[in-house]
């Protein structure tokens, strides 16, 4: 099925965000860096987070795959899956998700520790890649599509919106990929840089066993 891809709104959050999180909400790293994800708060919460995000980011990208034979509440076409980008340019000022996450967020401090721990180990191959390659690069933050519309093609068509991106940029592509993603990125011209675990930590090495992230790239269209 070919479904329209469209950029997203702040109208459209409202719609988008409660099967997200029912899709992957309960994922350990979803549920660590999103706590509360299941609740009418905790996603108003998220909600507003990603708005900051996307006040103070000048290179996010948000867009949706859209069904036009259904509708959401308000009557716009129905909402299928959803793709967050994000263009690093050099010259620019980036912060990290951490920095949009109220104080309050966790129940306590160990718990906001362990936080912040895992994303340090997540983020640190992106970080590898912003202060040692070339910019820009463009990178595919978050992908999902709801389960019911999965096999039908959304998810490539939403992969395919930011290569076209990068290409126009001539921009190196890299995700965060799930072992379930990490076919169709494949299938799209990423490779396989990195599995990426955890990092030592003895207050936490208990938490969380084998990856976090498969770490994949795609080359530029043309050399630098």
């Known amino acids: 099925m070919n479904y329209e891809i469209l950029p997203i709104v702040k109208g459209d959050f409202k719609y988008f ?3 997200l999180f029912r899709s992957m909400g309960f994922a350990h790293f ?3 860096l999103w706590p509360d994800n299941q609740t009418d708060q905790g996603q108003q919460r998220a909600i507003e987070r990603f708005m900051a995000e996307m006040d103070d980011h000048p290179g996010i990208r948000w867009i949706k795959a859209v069904d036009s034979t259904a509708a959401e509440a308000d009557g716009s076409p129905k909402i299928v899956g959803i793709a967050q980008w994000a263009i690093f340019e050099a010259d620019k000022t980036y912060h990290e998700v951490p920095h949009y996450a109220p104080g309050d967020l966790w ?3 160990l718990e906001k520790d362990y936080a912040i721990h895992l994303w340090e180990s997540y983020i640190q191959p992106r970080r590898a890649v912003l202060r040692k390659e070339n910019l820009p690069v463009v990178n595919l933050q978050i992908l999902c599509v709801w389960p019911e519309y999965r096999k039908h093609g959304a998810g490539g068509q939403l992969v395919d919106w930011g290569n076209r991106l990068a290409d126009e940029m001539n921009a190196q592509c890299i995700v965060e990929a799930s072992g379930m993603g990490q076919p169709l990125y494949e299938k799209f011209g990423y490779e396989v840089k990195e599995q990426v675990g955890l990092k030592d930590d003895a207050r936490f090495n208990d938490r969380m066993y084998g990856k976090i992230h498969i770490f994949m790239a795609r080359l530029r ?4």
Do not use: F, G, L, W
């Open 107 to 109: 129940p306590n401090k």
């Open 30 to 32: 979803v549920a660590t």
């Open 221 to 224: 269209r043309e050399p630098i």
């Open 17 to 19: 965000i409660p099967p």
